[in-house]
């Protein structure tokens, strides 16, 4: 007579299957769940252990518990919060990660891609989005913070096909190369001549008790300060915003190429300046 290994653990679902006398408990409830019969507990081992399972593992793999429970989605992050955003007279209502950055708000929840990641660490100005008016660096805000705040992104200044003003005067002036700090510095740019009107002082106001009114070229290198531009634009940026605050009036180019005879000039100058030391 042939020797039964598990005598005491014939399942009992052995008579739906019958050729899978061996099976543990837990073996048969797997290989019915599976929709395997016919297998000798062995040739199961072996399918399993094809498969990378144990028999335990198996068990774990195809429970209900992991059949039931979907995969959390990027989209609705476990421990969600509800945040409304209005992003350029849109209102937006989002299911957010708290620890969830404006800038990710927008760019991952909204695909408002224009806002642009650079260090994602309040260094660059990339991110420069307009919050009630005033400019924000979108990585450094939590996206719940701007509840109830008017935000404006590069995507919402345009009316239509018709650019605003200061898109228009980067493009005249030539102020981007890349164009990747752009939308940030165009925002950025906005929001500053909201801060002349208003008469605030900056680093390198001559007296900052008394309102600013003249934008200089000093001021808006100062006030851009926080926006840099790897391409190295600032020239052409300086200009466009002075084109604006100007009211569009034609400025001169704030460069050009010396012709020779200045040159020449300028050496003599400088070798009398060094024979001077
Ligand atoms: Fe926000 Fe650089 S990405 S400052
Ligand atoms: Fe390239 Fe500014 S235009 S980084």
């Known amino acids: 007579m042939q020797h039964d290994p598990h005598p005491s653990q014939a399942a009992p679902g052995a008579a739906e299957f019958p050729h899978d006398a061996g099976l543990s408990d837990d073996e048969a409830a797997l290989a019915r769940r599976l929709g395997i019969s016919g297998l000798s507990r062995r040739e199961f081992l ?24 979907p995969a959390p989605s990027a989209t609705t992050p476990q421990n969600a919060m509800p945040v409304v955003l209005q992003v350029n007279g849109q209102r937006h209502a989002l299911q957010l990660d708290p620890r969830t950055t404006l800038l990710d708000a927008l760019r991952e929840h909204l695909a408002l891609t224009g806002t642009k990641k650079g260090c994602d660490h309040g260094q660059c100005g990339a991110c420069t989005v307009i919050v009630d008016g005033e400019r924000r660096l979108s990585c450094l805000t939590l996206a719940a913070q701007a509840e109830d705040a008017q935000i404006t992104t590069i995507e919402g200044l345009a009316d239509g096909e018709r650019l605003h003003p200061m898109q228009a005067a980067f493009v005249q002036h030539d102020g981007f190369q890349c164009g990747y700090c752009t939308p940030g510095q165009i925002c950025s740019a906005v929001a500053l001549l909201n801060e002349i009107k208003r008469g605030d002082a900056s680093h390198v106001s001559a007296d900052v008790s008394q309102p600013v009114t003249e934008l200089s070229d000093a001021e808006v290198r100062e006030r851009m300060s926080g926006n840099i531009c ?48």
């Open 46 to 69: 072996a399918l399993l252990s094809a498969a990378g399972l144990s028999s335990a593992g198996g068990q774990i793999a195809f429970s209900d518990a992991a059949f039931a429970a």
């Open 230 to 277: 790897r391409c190295g634009a600032y020239p052409k940026i300086v200009a466009a915003i002075q084109d604006v605050h100007s009211g569009g009036a034609p400025r001169p180019l704030t460069w050009r190429y010396v012709d020779q005879s200045e040159l020449t000039a300028l050496k003599l100058a400088k070798e009398v300046a060094d024979d001077a030391v």
